[in-house]
């Protein structure tokens, strides 16, 4: 199916709304027209009426109408439209004056009239419109007479076909130049679309430092140019922090695999005893479990990195599973002569599983970072609608630098630390995931000194 442009779309859009006006236009023309000259035409027949009666108030008598009527005839003369007939209410021969062209119709004849001034429109035998104003007066002699004034419009007629025709004749170039305009107009208003789709063709994954201008643009534009720079600007983030994790994941598998053909290729330069085979292996096994690790996190930063992932939130007693985890971490913290402190309860919404994750990874980083004979303390709060669960230990603080990078992959505060200490560079980016799918957020507080506390803000209960 054939698609028009959008500017083909608007221009006719525009032709036929500006069409559909000037008919408008030209319809209320027509009638308004039509209106201001049967309201004039009304006006001058009641004004010559009241002419008429004065007259015939005045001096005049039934028996010499005919002869003193040069006053009414000065009322029609010059008038080739206008008509006057003053009959007798009641007699064989009616008129007794007839003043101007003469209408001789059996509608006129039979028209009422009595002391109100009325009005009447018909149509003679030549299909002309006639008004006709009719009145009940009297002579000066208090005879009574129907006056009757009539109007011939087809002058206002002609006026008005005239008009009609001149407004058909015109309306195909009004038409023209209106599609033309709106031609126009929307060429220039869609001039800056095509910039931004010379501005999109230049994006691609190894150029996205484009963006679009979204200054003298209409505020829709505006909007829309700024939405899009945003969007450009996360696209460039992520395609960083994408680049930037193949880099350091490429670095940290390099490490472990290095160390594993290392000690493979001088295990097998020559020959060696049972003991010497089974050291290679146990030092192979250690690095097997370290890429084994690493695997195992990125898979579930994988999986809870997913938008569409979602969890099944449940109420959990914070105390009970903060005791849980922390029994897991008695040995390793026994090892450093590291005492744990708990305090607080509270009930958070939460999965269980994923709480008990975080949680780790906290405790694991603080006793592994912690100093020997040093408590670690585990504290639960109820802040309004949130429960805060924080980890802290009285180790060497970190630098404010490093703070805003601490839950990337792979980041470390110091170099090595973690590789050497064991750890993978994950843990708190897993933590800061969790925390998203629970629809909370993790903290940290750190001073040079210490102490170093990590916080998790979930829903309360």
Do not use: C
């Given at each position: 199916m054939k698609r028009h442009s959008l500017s083909l779309r608007l221009g006719l859009s525009?032709?036929?709304?500006?069409?559909?006006?000037?008919?408008?236009l030209a319809c209320l023309a027509v009638f308004a027209l039509d209106h201001e000259l049967d309201s004039r035409a009304r006006k001058d027949l009641a004004r010559k009426m009241q002419q008429v009666e004065h007259n015939l108030r005045a001096g005049l008598r039934s028996d010499d109408l005919g002869a003193r009527s040069h006053h009414l005839l000065d009322l029609v003369l010059g008038h080739d439209n206008l008509s006057l007939s003053v009959m007798a209410v009641n007699g064989r021969h009616p008129t007794l004056l007839s003043l101007g062209p003469a209408l001789q119709s059996e509608h006129l004849l039979n028209l009422e009239a009595d002391d109100r001034l009325t009005f009447?429109?018909?149509?003679?035998?030549?299909?002309?419109?006639?008004?006709?104003?009719s009145r009940l007066m009297r002579l000066r002699d208090d005879t009574p007479v129907k006056v009757l004034m009539s109007l011939n419009r087809s002058d206002d007629n002609s006026l008005l076909q005239a008009y009609l025709h001149s407004t058909l004749l015109a309306l195909p170039l009004l038409l023209v130049l209106i599609g033309?305009?709106?031609?126009?107009?929307?060429?220039?208003?869609?001039?800056?679309?095509?910039?931004?789709?010379?501005?999109?063709?230049?994006?691609?994954?190894?150029?996205?430092?484009?963006?679009?201008?979204d200054e003298g643009l209409p505020a829709e534009?505006?909007?829309?140019?700024?939405?899009?720079?945003?969007?450009?600007?996360?696209?460039?983030?992520?395609?960083?922090?994408?680049?930037?994790?193949?880099?350091?994941?490429?670095?940290?598998?390099?490490?472990?695999?290095?160390?594993?053909?290392?000690?493979?290729?001088?295990?097998?330069?020559?020959?060696?005893?049972?003991?010497?085979?089974?050291?290679?292996?146990?030092?192979?096994?250690?690095?097997?479990?370290?890429?084994?690790?690493?695997?195992?996190?990125?898979?579930?930063?994988?999986?809870?990195?997913?938008?569409?992932?979602?969890?099944?939130l449940i109420p959990i007693k914070v105390a009970d599973e903060v005791a849980r985890v922390s029994e897991l971490f008695t040995f390793s913290a026994e090892l450093k002569g590291i005492s744990l402190h708990l305090q607080g309860w509270g009930t958070a919404l939460a999965d269980r599983l994923m709480f008990q994750r975080a949680l780790s990874n906290l405790l694991s980083n603080a006793i592994r970072h912690g100093p020997e004979s040093k408590p670690v303390a585990v504290g639960i709060e109820r802040l309004g609608n949130e429960i805060a669960v924080w980890v802290q230990n009285q180790g060497t603080g970190i630098e404010e630098t490093h703070l805003p990078h601490l839950f990337e992959r792979f980041y470390r505060a110091g170099a090595g630390r973690s590789r050497l200490e064991g750890g993978t560079g994950l843990g708190l980016a897993i933590v800061k995931s969790i925390m998203q799918l629970h629809g909370g957020r993790v903290e940290v507080r750190s001073s040079p000194l210490g102490p170093t506390r990590f916080t998790l803000v979930f829903r309360a209960e």
């Open positions: 525009v032709t036929l709304l500006g069409a559909a006006l000037v008919l408008l009447h429109a018909w149509r003679d035998d030549g299909d002309n419109e006639i008004l006709t104003a033309i305009a709106a031609w126009k107009l929307v060429q220039r208003g869609l001039r800056p679309l095509r910039h931004f789709r010379r501005i999109a063709g230049q994006v691609s994954t190894q150029d996205l430092e484009h963006r679009l201008p534009l505006a909007n829309l140019a700024r939405a899009i720079n945003v969007m450009l600007d996360r696209l460039d983030q992520g395609v960083r922090q994408l680049s930037q994790f193949s880099d350091d994941l490429a670095h940290e598998l390099r490490t472990p695999i290095g160390n594993l053909m290392g000690k493979a290729q001088v295990t097998l330069a020559r020959e060696r005893d049972g003991d010497k085979y089974r050291e290679a292996l146990e030092d192979s096994v250690e690095e097997l479990t370290r890429l084994n690790r690493i695997i195992n996190d990125m898979l579930f930063l994988a999986q809870v990195s997913q938008p569409q992932t979602q969890i099944t």
